[in-house]
């Protein structure tokens, strides 16, 4: 049982990190006016957000009593399951904050193809989809501002 948390943690941290990752390419591709690449980097982050949703509905179980297991487990494991539940967190701040970043750029960019008249389609297509969480995914995991 303990075992099944800790690999399902450990295999939420790698595809975090993916995720962190794809977060910093999709600022790059802001940056460089690349609005095909930051659309396709979201559907490959909706992926990546479906395998999350996944993974936790397995081991929603062992969640929800994660305080009754807690007590009964050497301290070693318990700290193993903790400092990955903390490393969790660490990288969905992190995206987070990579997140407002694109979204301000995303509002940034719009507000000027607004003034010019100049490709606004693509960028209010990939702003709004990005700002309103309009990705391919019904999972409870999207990465969505508030």
């Known amino acids: 049982m303990i075992s099944k948390l800790l690999a399902s943690l450990r295999s939420e941290n790698e595809i975090y990190e993916r995720i962190l990752s794809i977060a910093e390419d999709q600022l790059s591709a802001l940056d460089r006016s690349d609005v ?38 050497p301290s070693e494991l318990s700290e193993r399951v903790v400092s990955l539940i903390k490393d969790q967190e660490k990288l969905i701040n992190s995206i987070l904050s990579l997140d407002r970043r694109a979204e301000d750029r995303l509002m940034k960019m719009m507000s000027v193809l607004r003034k010019t008249g100049a490709g606004l ?23 969505k501002r508030g």
């Open 36 to 73: 095909e690449g930051f659309m396709s980097l979201m559907s490959e982050r909706a992926e990546l957000i479906d395998r999350l949703s996944q993974i936790d509905e397995d081991i929603k179980d062992l969640k929800a009593s994660w305080n009754k297991l807690r007590s009964k487990l």
């Open 121 to 143: 389609t693509d960028i209010a297509r990939a702003g709004e989809a990005y700002i309103k969480g309009e990705i391919r995914s019904n999972s409870r995991f999207l990465d």
